[in-house]
Each structure stands twice: as C-alpha cells, then as structure tokens.
C-alpha cells in the first residue's frame, strides 16, 4: 500500500507516517519550500526522505503532478493553516488554504481517475461550542465562529458533494482537540507545557494566555491519527467524530501542567486581552460511539496527556 500524506511535517502527519510506516506502507509527504528548515518533527524518519515531494494546496498543477508520480492508494489531507486565533489575521489565506485547497485536491483525483481513498482532516471548530448542544456528534448542526472553522466547514462539505456525486471514497474526521509531544509551541497547550518547563528552567517568569474558561475536549495526538487510519479501512466511506467525551477548561489544563512542578498556576498565567479571540467556541465536548462501533477508543486520559506533555519538555 501507497499513501501520500498532505501536512506530513505537521503533529498529526508525523505520528501517522511512523504509524503507517510500521503497517508496511510505502509513505510519501508533501511539504512546501521554505526558506527555513521546518522538518524537525519527521526528522528521525529516514525512510520517508526520499519520498517527500514539493508542492502546496492553493497550486492545482502542484497537487496534479505529485499525484500522478506517486499514484496513491490513500490520501490523508492533514495540510492546512490550523490555528484558530491566526485565521482571524489571515482570513483570506486561510479560507485558500483550509478550504479552497482541498477543493484542488478532489479535482486532482478526479481529473486523473484516480481510485485513490481520501481522509479529509474537519474539526470540531465548525461547532458552535453552545453548551446545550453538548455533546456534538455528527449530527449537530455546523455553525463556525472563525475564520478556521469556517473554511473547514466548506472542505468538509465539499467532501460530501464529491462523495455523494463521483462516488470517490472520502471520509472526514471531525477531530475533537488533540494534543502531543509534537504541538506547535504557539497551539495553547503547548504554550502552557513549554512555559512550565522554563519557569522550572529559570528562563521565564509568566505565561500570557486568553480565555480562560473556554472548554476543550482533550485527546492525545497518536490515538486520534490511528482513527484516520482505521476509517479508510471501513467498507464505505463515512464521517466520524473522534474525541474523548470528556471536557476541560484551559484555566484545568494550566493548574493540571503547573501540579505536576509543584507550582500555583495563580503566581505566573496572565490574560492578555490580545489573546481573546472575537467569537468563542466556549465549549467542545465529542460523541464518539460512531467511531467505538468501528473499533476505536481513547485511552489516553486528561491528567496522563498533561504529565506527558510537561515531562517532554521537562527535558
């Protein structure tokens, strides 16, 4: 088996090329140039090297030409710009990027016949995060409150479209919050593990953070892109929520990663008035019994993901 991951550089596409790396699968990545080396998380995977090829999601002749070198046989679109507050900075760029480039990417496989699966990466920003709503599965009506989460909703119903007109296998997984060693040190949770790690370290005084009393619900990043896997496995393609079912403020996440040092969180998190974002997804919390039928299951608990994330950066 032959797999392209889109976003391979990323969290989510390194932990799933180790994964299907072990499975037997021969992995290829797409990564774009920059003038900065931005590899470190797929740094120790040697076999992958010679396989990464060129190419971004707003340049249909890019996605057309790697396609048809590497003629896969799955394709996972981890490739994005992710960052919620960010979205709000750069709406236009993400709206190509998150949305309108996975558009190029279905016309890709179309256009060239390809019989290749699809998972697409939709989140669980396309909710509202209205409290009565909880818990959101599949069925809960979509309503974005960003940037982002808008130009995720657009991808993941243009999947839909496809699926349903061209028969092309696609699945989306609606991915609750997922974290890891591997989080990008401006996603807030590693902002909150990596600030403990240098308080400790002596090399900060304090971690400015925004709301609060938004609630997440938090899973570990490996067990959630073994779910990506596990979808395009299934007979027919379909959506899958993938989350925890459990909820956590950010206020929980900063006292849980500071208990582990023996800190008072109170003496060294400041809000920033900068960080609040001009809509709130104030609360996310996943139904994931769909995805329990086709065999998976977090394991990973909220305290466990803290501990494991302060320890990585303890080092």
């Given at each position: 088996m032959k797999a392209l991951i889109l976003g391979i550089t990323g969290m989510d596409g390194s932990y799933l090329a180790e994964q299907l ?102 989140t669980s920003e396309m909710f509202s995060g209205d409290p009565k709503e909880a818990p959101q599965n599949e069925l809960t009506p979509f ?77 570990y990043a490996p067990e959630f892109t073994e779910a990506m896997w596990l979808m395009l496995q299934q007979d027919k393609p379909d959506d ?76």
């Amino acid at each position: 088996m032959k797999a392209l991951i889109l976003g391979i550089t990323g969290m989510d596409g390194s932990y799933l090329a180790e994964q299907l790396l072990k499975k037997g699968y021969e992995v290829h990545g797409l990564v774009r140039r920059s003038a900065t080396w931005n590899r470190s998380n797929i740094d120790h995977i040697s076999e992958i090297y010679n396989n990464l090829h060129y190419g971004d999601m707003t340049d249909f002749v890019s996605i057309v030409s790697v396609l048809k070198k590497v003629q896969p046989d799955e394709i996972y679109n981890l490739a994005a710009q992710s960052h919620v507050q960010v979205s709000w900075e750069i709406p236009a760029y993400t709206a190509q990027t998150t949305g309108f480039g996975v558009l190029n990417l279905l016309e890709a496989v179309r256009i060239l016949g390809l019989k290749t699966k699809i998972y697409q990466a939709s989140t669980s920003e396309m909710f509202s995060g209205d409290p009565k709503e909880a818990p959101q599965n599949e069925l809960t009506p979509f309503n974005p409150q960003s940037p982002y989460g808008l130009a995720k909703l657009y991808a993941h119903e243009i999947c839909g479209i496809y699926r349903k007109a061209f028969g092309m296998f696609i699945c989306c997984g609606i991915l609750f919050n997922h974290e890891g060693e591997r989080r990008g040190e401006n996603f807030i949770t590693r902002k909150i593990t990596k600030g403990v790690a240098n308080i400790v370290k002596g090399k900060q005084d304090k971690i400015e953070l925004g709301n609060l009393a938004a609630k997440r619900d938090w899973g570990y990043a490996p067990e959630f892109t073994e779910a990506m896997w596990l979808m395009l496995q299934q007979d027919k393609p379909d959506d899958y929520v993938i989350a925890t079912g459990e909820t956590h403020s950010v206020k929980e996440f900063a006292e849980q990663a500071f208990k582990e040092v023996n800190l008072d969180w109170k003496k060294y998190v400041r809000v920033k008035e900068k960080y609040i974002r001009p809509l709130e997804v104030n609360l996310l919390q996943g139904d994931a019994t769909k995805a329990k039928k086709i065999g998976w299951e977090p394991k990973t608990k909220f305290k466990e993901l803290v501990k494991l994330m302060v320890k990585h950066d303890l080092k």
